[in-house]
């Protein structure tokens, strides 16, 4: 299985996962994600892939940033959506679900990628 959140503000459904903070490892971070989002407990298992992203914030240069996804496996938790909401007033998380290859929605990110995984 998956597990996927829906965020409020962006169409489609994507894995947990966000920003690095100060002094973590990426799996670190993907833990914490995964926590903060989906109230699961997680382990890190392996990586189903990496990749660098640039994003323009309108400098003179993009900013590089790695994209890690890991697999992993439930450890504890229960799955229920945060109740924080971004500064535009959406919700940062408005559902979390668990899917199999036969219930992954066409609008998943990486969809191809985790249909080969599962």
Known sequence: RVLGVRQGYRDGWTNPGGAQDPGESLAETAVRETREE?????????????????????????????????????????????LVRVSSGEPEIEDVRWFDAESLPEDFRDRERILELL
């Open 38 to 82: 989906t109230n699961i407990e997680a382990e890190v298992t392996g990586v189903l892939y990496a990749r660098d992203f640039a994003i323009d914030y309108g400098g003179p240069e993009r900013v590089h940033v790695p994209l890690v996804v890991f697999t992993g496996r439930r450890v504890g938790g229960s799955r229920a959506a945060p």
